[in-house]
């Protein structure tokens, strides 16, 4: 069983930058597949960004790549979004996402939210012009 607590939405202008935080309860943080996902209103839940606790391998989605950075805290069981030059079309409620993993499968299968089991409450990102 994993908790997961999303926490940094707010809104910003664009140009701007946020940093989200999923903090995890468990005893298996360094053997999970964990993602950040969003979804806008009237639109599908897509995957973002991807990380493999195991090695930090990470991914991304094309629409971010370049702007968004995953990453891991193993001493705080945390999971990090750096959202950079955020854009109107960025707004969403972001959720953070996690399965047992025992190794990278790829940005791909990581990135599909119907391949996670445990999930935040999520977190609004708004983003402003």
């Known amino acids: 069983q994993v908790q997961l607590l999303e926490s940094g939405g707010g809104s910003v202008q664009t140009g701007g930058s946020l940093r989200l935080s999923c903090a995890a309860s468990?005893?298996?943080?360094?053997?999970?597949?964990m993602t950040w996902f969003r979804q806008a209103p009237g639109k599908e839940r897509e995957g973002v960004a991807t990380?493999?606790?195991?090695?930090?391998?990470?991914g991304y989605a094309a629409s971010v790549q370049g702007r968004f950075i995953i990453s891991q805290d193993n001493a705080e069981n945390t999971l990090y979004l750096q959202m950079n030059r955020l854009k109107p079309e960025d707004t969403a409620i972001y959720y953070c996402?996690?399965?047992?993993?025992?190794?990278?499968?790829?940005?791909?299968?990581?990135?599909?939210?119907?391949?996670?089991?445990?999930w935040g409450q999520g977190t609004q990102v708004t983003v402003s012009s």
């Open positions: 468990t005893d298996s943080f360094r053997r999970l597949c």
């Open positions: 990380l493999y606790t195991g090695d930090r391998s990470t």
């Open positions: 996402a996690a399965v047992s993993c025992r190794s990278w499968p790829g940005s791909s299968w990581s990135l599909r939210p119907t391949n996670f089991l445990f």
